[in-house]
């Protein structure tokens, strides 16, 4: 079995804040931290091939076991070989247990201790998923990491609410620490609490205890406010292992990212740069601009100019614009390769700026010019 000691290590510290330069080793390659993840919900990255994603520089992915329970089932991803040889990707693999369909699917389901009974959203039928359940899944889906399955509880929550979460997270994450794995598999548990930094301590205090392979945050990115998610941040972090990978769940804007790596974080993984693709929105180095507008419709230069990416290199804004406009896919698989790649980018030089001892520079070189954007 995989352990942390020999799963990630600390290349480099920054002098002037918690950010950390680190390599995470899988069976399916070492991942480069901080790293960002793209998001497979159903086992696949919508609108990019898996050689898309490899040539975007995608390291690892995220792929959630819930989804993979109701279409197409486990058990057939684990007669063609497990997820990996299912999609056709070689890389790196994080399952998400489906804890956060306890919150998604609210309305659709019943929680006690033994785990949640959902609804399922596609055709009604009754499916149970607790620790077990959850921990059974991943290891048939043959992941490089599984997520302990937990209660992803709403914001706002009241605190008796917070406080029965954290108890079920804390019951669950001990039985799934107990689950027989995949070869390989490393097992993350995941911090709740909501709101509350006495929650949250006391989430993290057990949890680390029972030793996991890495440590996630969870509960955050639910509806709140920016300083409320920052500050769920900085309650939980500083309480998590420095020699075990820290995980920022669903947390996919540049500037939450850029000031959750100073407070130690070191995965993340969002929706934001495929979703928002899909609605003809590109990311720059300098922002975001909405490229399916019609001031771009004769516009002769690329989506980002100085862009390396596939799309860059061969479309303008024009054509990619009218494609968006007409319906075309091709429009919104070119801003999806584009996003995809200027997010991994990002990614890659806040590497470059750690390994080179100037992270702080490169914070405050871009939180100057995303606030003046």
């Not at 998400?96 to 369909?101: A, E, I, P, T």
């Not at 407070?263 to 993340?268: E, N, P, Q, R, V």
């Not at 806040?350 to 390994?355: F, G, H, N, S, Y």
Request: aromatic fraction near 8%; glycine fraction near 10%; hydrophobic fraction near 40%.
């Amino acid at each position: 079995m995989t352990t942390a000691g020999s799963a990630f290590s600390i290349q480099a510290s920054d002098t002037d804040s918690a950010a950390r330069l680190g390599i995470l080793r899988t069976d399916h390659g070492v991942v480069e931290t901080p790293c960002f993840m793209p998001v497979g919900t159903r086992a696949a990255v919508k609108a990019v091939s898996p050689a898309e994603l490899h040539d975007a520089g995608v390291g690892m992915i995220l792929t959630n076991t819930y989804h993979c329970l109701t279409r197409p089932g486990v058990e057939i991803i684990a007669d063609a070989g497990g997820l990996h040889r299912f999609m056709g990707w070689p890389g790196a693999i994080l399952t998400d247990s489906g804890g956060f369909q306890v919150f998604s699917l609210a309305g659709l389901r019943r929680v006690d201790n033994s785990g949640v009974t959902f609804q399922s959203h596609i055709d009604g039928a009754r499916i149970q998923l607790g620790p077990r359940e959850a921990m059974a899944a991943q290891r048939m889906l043959g992941s490089d990491i599984a997520m302990a399955f937990d209660e992803c509880p709403p914001w706002p929550c009241a605190p008796e609410y917070a406080c029965e979460s954290v108890d079920r997270t804390l019951l669950w994450a001990a039985e799934c620490i107990e689950q027989p794995r995949a070869d390989g598999q490393q097992v993350f548990g995941i911090v709740q609490g909501g709101i509350y930094t006495a929650l949250r301590e006391r989430c993290a205090r057990e949890l680390t205890a029972m030793a996991f392979d890495g440590y996630a945050i969870g509960g955050v990115s639910v509806g709140e406010p920016a300083d409320v998610l920052m500050a769920q941040v900085r309650d939980s972090a500083p309480l998590l292992p420095s020699d075990r990978p820290r995980y920022l769940m669903g947390v996919g804007d540049r500037l939450q990212m850029l000031e959750a790596v100073a407070l130690g974080i070191d995965m993340f993984d969002c929706v934001m740069p495929t979703r928002l693709a899909r609605n003809g929105t590109a990311f720059t180095a300098a922002g975001r601009y909405p490229v399916k507008a019609g001031e771009y419709k004769a516009d002769p230069r690329p989506i980002e100019e100085g862009c390396a990416c596939y799309a860059c290199s061969n479309f303008s804004r024009a054509y990619v614009r009218h494609l968006l406009n007409v319906g075309e896919i091709l429009g919104v698989r070119l801003v999806t390769l584009h996003n995809l790649y200027r997010y991994m980018q990002f990614m890659a030089d806040l590497r470059d700026a750690l390994r080179q001892g100037q992270f702080d520079e490169y914070r405050r070189e871009h939180l100057a010019r995303w606030e003046k954007k």
